[in-house]
Nanobody, 120 residues
């Protein structure tokens, strides 16, 4: 089982930057994909960025060019650098990890979320 601990959220002015971190720990064979999602009040959770174990990344158009996802495999940590933040991007940001256990089964684990508030 994988436990995720997120950090780095907070209050920032529009146009500012924040860097989120998510560290994975526990018993697992390997981590496959790491991703960030966000959920604003009254809205569905949406994908923000993904990164595979080979380093391939994906961003929706809404954040492309402003957000950068990266990972440190040695530390089992994923990062999200967010630049040029907009007030409408205020949300709880969640880390999600897909991993393989020692029985070669694939599971997903979610972090507890970290609040990002962008003031106008």
């Amino acid at each position: 089982q994988v436990q995720l601990v997120e950090s780095g959220g907070g209050l920032v002015q529009a146009g500012g930057s924040l860097r989120l971190s998510c560290a994975a720990s526990g018993s697992f064979f390997s981590i496959i994909t790491m991703a960030w999602y966000r959920q604003a009040p009254g809205k569905q959770r949406e994908l923000v960025a993904t990164i595979t174990n080979s380093g391939s990344t994906y961003y929706p158009d809404s954040v492309k060019g402003r957000f950068t996802i990266s990972r440190d495999n040695a530390k089992n940590t994923v990062y999200l650098q967010m630049n040029s933040l907009k007030p409408e991007e205020s949300a709880v940001y969640y880390c999600k990890v897909d991993y393989v256990d020692y029985k070669q089964s694939v599971f997903s684990s979610w972090g507890q979320g970290t609040q990002v508030t962008v003031s106008s």
